[in-house]
């Protein structure tokens, strides 16, 4: 298995596999609801959502915290301007 190295070929991959889930028939989908693979992907699907929560989560508090230094940092050189 080789894995796209850029976050381009990565969404990529991921669009292919979304498209491939679509285009499974609804008949398909039953049959392949009772082997452990169907469970195994459920259960990795899941994992990748708390994942990207975690992921979005962490960007929103690393940017947040960033923002925060910023206007720290340009309210000390405007006290230090003040004096």
């Not at 381009?8 to 669009?15: I, P």
């Not at 992907?41 to 990207?52: E, I, K, N, Q, Y």
Request: glycine letters at 4%.
């Amino acid at each position: 298995d080789h894995l796209p190295s850029s976050n381009e070929s990565n969404y990529g991959l991921l669009e292919r596999c979304g498209h491939w889930l679509i285009s499974i028939p609804r008949d398909d989908v039953a049959q392949l609801q009772n082997t452990a693979e169907y469970r195994d992907f459920l259960a990795a699907f899941d994992r990748l959502g708390v994942a990207h929560r975690r992921t979005v989560t962490e960007t929103l508090m690393k940017q947040e915290n960033d923002d925060m230094m910023q206007i720290s940092k340009q309210h000390s050189f405007l006290q230090h301007l003040a004096v």
